[in-house]
C-alpha cells in the first residue's frame, strides 16, 4: 500500500518558518504530482500548494503566496514545504497527498499522509 509521511511541524512564533516533509515508502514519488493541504481547526480542508511530477507546474493558494515555497527532490523521494513567515492563521494539521495533476482541489487527490501539526502562536 502507498504510504506517505508527514514531517517538520511543530511550534513556532508569528513569523518564524517551518520546513515540513513529504517522504514516500514503497513506491517513487516522481510518478504522481504532489500536493499540500491543510485542515485548521474547525475549518475544512483546504488546498494550500501543488507540484507537477516534473516540477514545472507550481500552484499556490493565494493566502501563502510570497511565504511558502514547494519542492520535490525525487533522488530523495521526497517532497517539501518550506513555510517562512507565518501566521496564526497558517495554524492547522498538514498533509501531503498525490494526484495525477497539480490541482488544489482535495477531490483530486489519492493516497495521504497521516498529517503533521504546525502552531503557529507567540
Known amino acids: 500500500q502507498l504510504r506517505l509521511v508527514e514531517s517538520g511541524g511543530g511550534l513556532v512564533q508569528p513569523g518564524g518558518s517551518l520546513r515540513l516533509s513529504c517522504a514516500a515508502s514503497k513506491f517513487t514519488l516522481d510518478a504522481y504530482a504532489i500536493g499540500w493541504l491543510r485542515q485548521g481547526p474547525g475549518k475544512e480542508r483546504e488546498g494550500v500548494s501543488c507540484i507537477s511530477r516534473s516540477g514545472a507546474r507550481i500552484l499556490y493558494a493565494e493566502f501563502v503566496k510570497g511565504r511558502f515555497s514547494i519542492s520535490r527532490d525525487n533522488a530523495k523521494n521526497t517532497v517539501y514545504l518550506q513555510m517562512n513567515s507565518l501566521k496564526p492563521e497558517d495554524t492547522a494539521e498538514y498533509y501531503c497527498?498525490?494526484?495525477?495533476?497539480?490541482?488544489?482541489?482535495?477531490?483530486?487527490?489519492?493516497?495521504w499522509g497521516q498529517g503533521t501539526q504546525v502552531t503557529v502562536s507567540s
Open positions: 497527498a498525490t494526484s495525477y495533476t497539480c490541482e488544489l482541489l482535495e477531490k483530486n487527490y489519492d493516497y
